[in-house]
T-cell receptor
C-alpha cells in the first residue's frame, strides 16, 4: 500500500514549456486535490476532483488544467509554464469531503 | 471566503517543554484538520477534528466549533516535533483553506 505517490519529484522548466504532474493513490479514494505551496506559506488549492471524470476549480486555478480519467490518477498540467508557477506541488486524496486528507511527497518545480 | 489564522507564527522550545498552538477561523466548518510538515517537506495528518477533543500520544487537539477555534497541544516536546504545523478547514463545500502555519523549533 503506497498511499499517495507523485511523479516527478523535481523538474526544471523553461518559460513557455509544458509538463504534466502525475498523482496516483491506491486507497480507492473518491476525492483528489492539487495544491501549491510557496515559500513561507500554507497550501493553496488549485483544482480538485470529487470522482472519476469530474474536476473543479479551487482557489488558484489559472494557468493549470487537470484530468481524472481514472479513479486512482489525477493529472495536473501546465500548458505554458511561467516563473510565477515555481512552487512545490502537493497532491492529496480523501475518501469523502469531510475526512482525513492524505498527502503525497510533493513535486518541486522550478520555472526559469 | 473563510479566513484562517494561526498563532504564534514562530515558537522556539527547549526539549521537554509543553506548547499550545491556536487556530482561529472566521465561519462555521464541517472539516478541520491539523497537519505537521517536517523539515523535509512531508505533510502528515495529525488530527481530523471538526469538533471535540482527541488525543494521540503526546499530542492532543480540541476544537470549539461554536467559538470558531481549535487548539493543538504538544507535551514533552522532542526535536522530531520541529517543523511547521498547519490548521486547515473546509467550509461546507467551499475550498479547503490552510492557515499560514506555526513554525516550531525544538532545541536539544
Amino acid at each position: 500500500n503506497a498511499g499517495v505517490t507523485q511523479t516527478p519529484k523535481f523538474r526544471v522548466l523553461k518559460t513557455g514549456q509544458s509538463m504534466t504532474l502525475l498523482c496516483a493513490q491506491d486507497m480507492n479514494h473518491e476525492y483528489m486535490y492539487w495544491y501549491r505551496q510557496d515559500p513561507g506559506m500554507g497550501l493553496r488549492l488549485i483544482h480538485y476532483s470529487v470522482g472519476e471524470g469530474t474536476t473543479a476549480k479551487g482557489e488558484v486555478p489559472d494557468g493549470y488544467n487537470v484530468s481524472r480519467l481514472k479513479k486512482q490518477n489525477f493529472l495536473l498540467g501546465l500548458e505554458s509554464a511561467a516563473p510565477s508557477q515555481t512552487s512545490v506541488y502537493f497532491c492529496a486524496s480523501t475518501k469523502a469531503r469531510a475526512a482525513t486528507q492524505y498527502f503525497g511527497p510533493g513535486t518541486r518545480l522550478l520555472v526559469l | 471566503g473563510i479566513q484562517v489564522e494561526q498563532s504564534p507564527p514562530d515558537l522556539i522550545l527547549q526539549e521537554g517543554a509543553n506548547s499550545t498552538l491556536r487556530c482561529n477561523f472566521s465561519d462555521s466548518v464541517n472539516n478541520l484538520q491539523w497537519f505537521h510538515q517536517n523539515p523535509w517537506g512531508q505533510l502528515i495528518n495529525l488530527f481530523y477534528i471538526p469538533s471535540g477533543t482527541k488525543q494521540n500520544g503526546r499530542l492532543s487537539a480540541t476544537t470549539v466549533a461554536t467559538e470558531r477555534y481549535s487548539l493543538l497541544y504538544i507535551s514533552s516536546s522532542q526535536t522530531t516535533d520541529s517543523g511547521v504545523y498547519f490548521c486547515a478547514v473546509d467550509n461546507y463545500g467551499q475550498n479547503f483553506v490552510f492557515g499560514p502555519g506555526t513554525r516550531l523549533s525544538v532545541l536539544p
